[in-house]
């Protein structure tokens, strides 16, 4: 016969908070074996060491937040953002690019005299390792260092997906951020002209298509032999040219009058020159743009401009053979402020790159406010500032000088893209805010019943959420073994599943289950789902997932084109073009 044990427990209501003791009393020892006893007491409070309060963990007096420019990632947020990730990889592997990493930090000389005005931006760290580093500003640097280390790479199309550090003004909610990530594709190596720059173009196009974006966004493409030449032309010093062009990238930002008083004000440009410039920083089109500028004499007997003008023309050869020209715009103003570019240059903008209201016609309250908090504000957050927009989405050129500052005499010549995922996020994010799903599970897997006899079919969910996972297909049901309908229904607009699989006891003795999408409208035919065979379960599933994928892509692709004022002659339906998505055009899907 086994022993019981008693457990007694005595509390004294004591002033200050302690933790009960287990104590076993000696005297229990001549009690029956049946009848030993152990004694739970709270301590007397006189017995209570001041000591034991002060190790309970206190608030810190610190607020607890992020830096200022950075921002935590989760939820539907991060799902975003690892579609951003993965369309742009695809297009990258697409085009044979392999990827690398380089160390977050670099030596301050590497990165020291590469970024013009913008270096007072790198973050330097401390000396703590007999070195003195500073944070990567870019990965354009880094990868012309890691060429000149590796000299038995003489070709190479790179990837690289990391993050990046500023010590910029931040505008989160724009996705103008102090820490961020970057998307890098660079060809690196001797070609014949103006090929790759054609192909990474193609790229640019194909990652903003992939991305939803037709119709929105816009390539603005220059070079900088072309920029240098106007300079000279104008009678720009020769040192004087970077600062210039620095002034001149503005212009996205700020009207012509502004730019052409820190021409002249702050620069030191005298003003007649500073308005001849003005009448070519003005100008955009096309191939025809390019032609007008070769028709002025002036122009084209500088030799940087003969130069430049010999590459455009090849460019866009080449872009209309790569069908990639349609969203370039030849656009004067594009300078990029960044000192290693010495060719084509190009920076895509769409809606909200540029800010609604210039700095010179803000408020004048504001200008005061700004006044007033002098240095304190140039950590302000800007999110809300009218005169901030989101700026370019991504931005790159040639620069085939780079590697040389690193490896002496060895030149690798260069091309290159960046992507600016937070800006990009920003975006996407704004539009997406009534549709947006906190992970990628395409499939919730349901139970229908109640009442006693309801065993819940746990078993027969497990089951098909293993098939569907076999299938690669992305599934959850509720972790309870009797689930209420309304709860697992609940669970899945949640998280935005699009399909639900509901299980009854009668349709699975007939070999069947019902699909049902999520979020039709009360009068669609389909609402409340339809029957499909358990055996052909996968390919069903698949079918209807591919399907709703490309008329999801349909529809976002006609909202976008309606949200920039649609094509003339073009007007876009987006019901009807769902409705013909709809009919149940077959989808090709391998098993």
């Not at 070195?131 to 012309?144: G, I, K, Q």
């Not at 720059?197 to 037709?214: M, P, S």
């Not at 809300?384 to 370019?392: E, K, L, N, R, Y």
């Not at 819940?456 to 098909?464: A, D, H, V």
Request: charge should be neutral; include cysteine.
């Amino acid at each position: 016969m086994q022993s019981s044990w008693i457990l007694a427990i005595r509390s004294v209501r004591p002033s200050r908070r302690l933790a009960p003791t287990l104590t076993f009393r000696p005297t229990c020892l001549s009690a029956p074996a049946s009848r030993r006893c152990f004694h739970i007491s709270s301590p007397r409070p006189q017995d209570i060491n001041p000591a034991i309060e002060d190790m309970a963990p206190k608030a810190p007096k610190f607020e607890i937040k992020t830096p200022k420019g950075t921002r935590d990632w989760s939820g539907a947020d991060m799902v975003l953002r690892e579609k951003i990730f993965n369309t742009i990889t695809n297009v990258f592997k697409r085009h044979g690019g392999v990827t690398i990493d380089t160390p977050v930090f670099e030596l301050k000389e590497i990165l020291a005299g590469k970024y013009g005005e913008d270096s007072k931006l790198i973050y330097d760290l401390a000396d703590q390792g007999g070195e003195l580093c500073s944070l990567r500003y870019d990965l354009t640097v880094p990868f012309a260092r890691f060429l000149a280390m590796n000299k038995d790479i003489s070709q190479i199309k790179r990837y690289h997906i990391a993050k990046v550090y500023r010590r910029d003004q931040p505008a989160v909610k724009k996705g103008r951020m102090r820490e961020f990530y970057q998307c890098d594709f660079d060809i690196a190596g001797l070609y014949d002209p103006m090929i790759p720059d054609a192909e990474i173009i193609r790229i640019i196009n194909e990652v903003f298509e992939g991305l939803g974006w037709q119709g929105k966004y816009t390539i603005k493409l220059n070079s900088r032999k072309i920029l240098d030449g106007i300079f000279q032309v104008c009678g720009v010093p020769e040192a004087s040219i970077r600062p210039i062009s620095s002034a001149v990238d503005k212009l996205d930002k700020m009207p012509w009058e502004d730019v052409r008083k820190e021409m002249v004000e702050e620069k030191g440009l005298a003003p007649e020159i500073a308005d001849k410039i003005g009448k070519y920083v003005v100008l955009k089109g096309k191939r025809d743009l390019l032609e007008q500028l070769q028709k002025d004499e002036e122009l084209a007997a500088n030799p940087s401009m003969q130069q430049g003008f010999a590459d455009m023309d090849l460019l866009f050869t080449y872009l209309d053979a790569f069908n990639a020209g349609h969203s370039v715009s030849f656009d004067l103003s594009l300078a990029r402020g960044l000192d290693y570019y010495t060719g084509v240059i190009y920076e895509v903008v769409t809606e909200g790159s540029a800010p609604k209201v210039s700095a010179a016609s803000a408020d004048a309250s504001a200008e005061k406010s700004k006044k007033k908090k002098g240095k304190a504000g140039e950590d302000e957050d800007r999110s809300d500032d009218p005169t901030v927009g989101i700026g370019s989405v991504a931005a790159g050129g040639r620069y085939d000088n780079l590697v040389g500052m690193f490896s002496g005499k060895t030149q690798v010549p260069c091309v290159g893209i960046s992507f600016g995922i937070d800006r990009i996020f920003s975006i996407m994010r704004a539009n997406q805010a009534k549709k947006e799903r906190k992970n990628e599970v395409d499939v919730f897997v349901m139970a229908f019943g109640g009442g006693k006899d309801f065993t819940g079919l746990l078993k027969e969910r497990s089951e098909i959420a293993a098939r569907l996972w076999d299938a690669n297909i992305k599934a959850e049901f509720l972790y309870k073994v009797k689930p209420k309908l309304q709860n697992q229904f609940k669970a899945a607009e949640a998280n935005g599943v699009p399909f639900a699989l509901i299980l009854g006891e009668d349709e699975l003795a007939q070999g069947k289950i019902k699909i049902k999408e999520m979020g039709l409208p009360e009068d669609h035919p389909l609402k409340e789902g339809e029957l499909i065979d358990l055996k052909n379960l996968t390919k069903e599933v698949q079918v209807r997932i591919e399907r709703k994928k490309q008329l999801d892509a349909i529809v976002e692709q006609a909202e976008g084109l309606r949200v920039v004022g649609g094509i003339k002659g073009e007007d876009v339906k987006v019901e009807q073009l769902a409705k013909e998505g709809e009919g149940g055009e077959e989808v090709k899907v391998e098993n």
